[in-house]
């Protein structure tokens, strides 16, 4: 194998995570592309365009690079607006392609249903194999919504139903989400392999708590309970603020050491009112323990991990859940909500806690668990960093490559163990 071309429409890979759209599949996409490349293949990832002032390359790592690609308005844009421009984004793609030789690309592949959408279309148009990753899916987001939360589009529900039966293949993030595929989109079984992201274990590793708490202005004593992520209604910030007025109803003690950062920036339906958390906190008369945290480096965010004695992770739906994984590998373990793909990146009673439902009081009593609890977080820390050394770029980077290569298989013919590359 020579080249793949990875889709990423409307998100850049080089755009800060935390915020806006860029989340933890920006992190999927480079981290997959620059293990891929250590494998010998080049990784071409094709986005969409957001200012002018954008090079048209950007050279990430060694045989990777990021293309961005004009496609209708570059600023004004929100992702909701988007479905209107792929046709566009289709157009301009082929004369990228068209600019190359004949087979430049070997596989593409596909990330969220817009890239999806784009990339059924050009695969056709290169004679080249489909595979597409979900991340996150209408119909699962739909079926969990928080309190305020807009239901996804039909359009987006058709569209998602249309890749599952393009796909030559479709790579789910765990178990639960191949489940996901076949029951809520008919996919067929032996076009889905299941490979776990992974997490840079160079960069989120235990380090020193004390030592983190000093650079980041903690006091040593503290009680830190972290909330990482786009703060929208989906991720659900607001249920770890209710869950820290209930702890400190029944130990009011504990306020003058407990420290609640939210690190991260409004997204989604949360850019329609970015004060909600803010006001949030006023309201339950803890603003004074909230610490709001504009997203940060990936070196920054694993010292926000280190610092903490609990992360919360306690959204309504996640596909995987990096955020959890990342945590673990620091050695701080995680309360998350069972749901998705944190099943599968939480251990349950042995990495972390792992809460059905969304009752605050519930969220509460874990804290309080692991708080007062010095041996047992101790316990369960040693067996997160474990747990986090299972999630390996380098696998799931291996992983992808035996997918493409069953992919250029079925559409050859030729057994998948005798393809080249």
């Not at 889709?7 to 293990?35: I, W």
């Not at 004009?70 to 792929?86: F, R, V």
């Not at 903490?308 to 995680?334: N, R």
């Not at 251990?347 to 605050?360: E, K, S």
Request: charged content about 20%.
């Amino acid at each position: 194998m020579k080249r793949v071309a990875m889709l990423s429409v409307h998100t850049s890979p080089l755009d800060q995570p935390g915020t806006g759209d860029a989340g933890g599949m920006n992190v999927y996409v480079v981290e997959l592309a620059k293990r891929l490349a250590r494998l010998g293949v080049a990784v071409e990832i094709l986005t969409r365009a957001t200012s002018s002032g954008l090079p048209a390359e950007v050279q990430v790592a060694p045989d990777v690079m990021v293309r961005h690609v004009a496609a209708g308005p570059y600023e004004g844009l929100a992702k909701e607006d988007l479905p209107g421009q792929l046709c566009t984004f289709a157009r301009d793609l082929l004369r990228v392609e068209a600019q190359h030789e004949l087979g430049w690309y070997d596989v593409l592949h596909s990330h969220y249903w817009l890239a999806g959408q784009v990339g059924a279309l050009v695969s056709d148009r290169w004679g080249i194999p489909f595979v597409h990753s979900m991340h996150t899916m209408a119909k699962v987001k739909n079926a969990a919504l928080a309190e305020g939360d807009l239901p996804e589009p039909f359009g987006r529900v058709v569209g998602e139903e249309q890749i599952v039966s393009a796909a030559d293949h479709l790579v789910a993030s765990t178990e639960d989400e191949s489940a996901q595929l076949v029951r809520r989109y008919g996919a067929d079984p032996e076009r889905i392999s299941v490979v776990h992201p992974g997490v840079d274990l160079e960069t989120f590793r235990p380090t020193d708590q004390e030592a983190a708490r000093r650079r980041l202005g903690i006091a040593p004593n503290a009680t830190v309970l972290t909330f990482v992520g786009r703060i929208q209604p989906l991720k659900a910030p607001d249920l770890m603020l209710h869950a820290a007025a209930v702890m400190l109803r029944r130990r009011p003690g504990l306020r003058e050491r407990l420290v609640v950062p939210v690190v991260g920036g409004p997204s989604g339906n949360g850019l329609d009112a970015p004060s909600a958390l803010a006001d949030l906190a006023r309201g339950l008369g803890i603003a004074d323990v909230v610490r709001f945290v504009p997203p940060v480096t990936q070196s920054e965010l694993a010292q926000w991990y280190a610092a903490s004695t609990v992360v919360c992770v306690p959204s309504y739906s996640e596909s995987f859940g990096l955020v959890a994984v990342e945590s673990q590998a620091c050695g701080t373990p995680v309360v998350a909500a069972a749901v998705g793909g944190l099943t599968t990146a939480v251990r349950d009673g042995d990495t972390g806690v792992l809460l059905a439902g969304h009752d605050p009081e519930d969220y509460a009593r874990a804290f309080e668990r692991l708080v007062t609890d010095e041996a047992e977080r101790r316990r369960m820390s040693t067996a997160a960093v474990r747990h986090a050394h299972t999630f390996s770029w380098q696998r799931a980077a291996e992983q992808t490559l035996a997918v493409y290569e069953r992919a250029i298989a079925a559409r050859s013919g030729v057994p998948a163990d005798v393809v080249c590359c």
